[in-house]
């Protein structure tokens, strides 16, 4: 294994760390959006629930 | 026309009414477009006047030249049918060799040579791995070279065409 | 057919399935993701002009794809959501905006990582293949910017549906700029006459790439949408339900 690249080694390896990020952020970042949905309509429902 | 239908058309039409528009401006703004001009039209003198412009083709086998103890360096540009002399002084692309695409921005001096401010690499869309490339330049080279023969025998006394390539000296 | 079709479009369905359906997309695709990283970094051959920088393709190409996979998703679904009506439709074409903004970023960073060594030149104003790709990531900016600037929802579908339908004439644009024009960035290896121009060790990982990209984006738009439905739907008895009982 030739970790160095043939000396683009910086490049190549930057792009995949990059990609792994993106990933991350788009699985991450959709994840939180469904949380908070989810929270506020808990919120909500609770809201209603207490002023009956 | 029930009201679902009718959306579709208003959506067909926009969709298509947006294409045709843009295909038309792209259409006329083709020149504009062009991220380069080639050697060829360099020679016929289509090319921006009194503003930088780039030129693409392919580094001529063995026309590039160093001045001794400078980064000045001299070269053709070909697109196989005409060159261009360039001249250029700075740092090169990794991918810079000859017989490689290349990509120089700059003017053209009065003397007729471009002189480059940069000088990017073209590469092609086909990957192959080294000892592949090796063999089919081999493979390459001797059916060149057969053909080379066969022409030879062909022509044989004949006188050698003109190169094709269009005068701009007029 | 055309029953299954219309259970699919009713939200409470569409919430539920999908979060079955997500793991089904996800697992593989990671693994075609794993194997393609592995063997495109180590098992492909490297380039005979490029030397291993051409490795960059392993992410270049599948986020470059995706970038437009993602467009043709969300013009398609806007534009059944316009014609049809279809609530979910818009969900999907909403969800799929922010996707495709952080891959066309992903193909334009990696696009001028791998420039800088081979071209030597990280940007080039002008060049066609550039500029296209960057009006793209402007048209998802765009996008998204409007549906924020607009409270009513079904107002925002329709006026967001109809700058995503007049954007996707930049789609075949993109593909077919180093056609069309002269361009620093070279024609298509992987759609061309004869197949692909790449040899078979360096092709597979590839494709496996594109795939596995291709699964994943499935998966995080599948996710997406599921949010996107719940809050459409806050209002409703079902979704009541769902939260009253603890249900994900």
């Not at chain 2, 959306?7 to 083709?30: E, F, S, W």
């Not at chain 2, 261009?84 to 000859?98: C, I, K, N, Q, T």
């Not at chain 3, 270049?60 to 316009?82: D, E, F, K, W």
């Not at chain 3, 499935?218 to 997406?224: F, I, K, S, V």
Request: hydrophobic share 50%.
């Amino acid at each position: 294994m030739d970790l160095s690249m043939g000396g683009y080694g910086a490049y190549v390896w930057t792009c995949f760390i990059l990609a792994g990020v993106v990933l991350v952020v788009c699985e991450w970042r959709a994840r939180l959006r469904h949380r908070r949905v989810y929270r506020d309509i808990e919120v909500r429902i609770k809201a209603l629930g207490d002023s009956q | 026309m029930k009201p679902r239908q009718q959306r579709m058309l208003a959506v067909g039409l926009v969709v298509v009414g947006v294409a045709i528009a843009t295909g038309l401006t792209l259409q006329a703004m083709k020149d504009s477009m062009m991220f380069f001009v080639s050697v060829t039209e360099v020679a016929e003198g289509k090319y921006p006047d009194n503003r930088n412009f780039r030129v693409g083709g392919l580094v001529k086998d063995g026309s590039v030249t160093r001045e001794e103890g400078s980064l000045e360096m001299n070269f053709l540009v070909t697109d196989l049918r005409c060159d261009l002399a360039v001249s250029y002084s700075g740092v090169l692309p990794d991918l810079f060799r000859e017989g490689q695409g290349v990509v120089a921005h700059g003017r053209l001096r009065e003397d007729g040579v471009f002189a480059a401010d940069e000088i990017l690499a073209k590469h092609d869309e086909n990957y192959m791995a080294p000892e592949v490339a090796d063999s089919l330049a081999e493979a390459e080279a001797d059916a060149a070279a057969a053909k080379a023969d066969h022409v030879r025998e062909k022509t044989a006394g004949l006188q050698e065409g003109p190169t094709g390539c269009p005068s701009n000296d007029s | 057919m055309w029953k299954f079709i219309h259970q699919l479009a009713s939200p409470p369905h569409f919430y539920r399935i999908a979060q079955i359906l997500i793991p089904w997309l996800a697992v593989p695709g990671l693994l075609l993701i794993g194997y393609g990283t592995y063997a495109g970094l180590f098992l492909a051959p490297m380039d005979y002009q490029q030397g291993d920088a051409f490795r960059i393709i392993y992410v270049h190409v599948p986020s470059a794809y995706l970038s437009m996979l993602a467009y043709m998703t969300m013009a398609v679904s806007a534009g059944i959501g316009l014609i049809w009506r279809i609530k979910l439709s818009h969900a999907v074409a909403a969800a799929a905006a922010p996707l495709g903004a952080w891959f066309t970023f992903l193909a334009l960073a990696t696009g001028s990582i791998w420039g800088k060594p081979m071209w030597g030149t990280w940007w080039e104003w002008g060049d066609p293949r550039l500029t296209s790709e960057l009006i793209m990531l402007f048209l998802y900016f765009g996008y998204m910017a409007l549906r924020g600037a607009i409270d009513d929802t079904s107002k925002a579908d329709r006026a967001s549906a109809v700058l995503a339908l007049v954007g996707a004439v930049n789609v075949p644009i993109i593909h077919f700029s180093v056609e069309w024009w002269s361009s620093l960035h070279q024609g298509p290896t992987l759609i061309k006459e004869g197949g692909p121009a790449m040899d078979p060790g360096m092709l597979y990982p590839l494709l496996a790439m594109i795939l596995g990209f291709t699964l994943v984006f499935g998966a995080l738009l599948l996710r997406r949408v599921r949010a996107e439905v719940l809050f459409r739907e806050r209002r409703t008895r079902w979704v009541k339900d769902l939260v009253l009982s603890g249900g994900n």
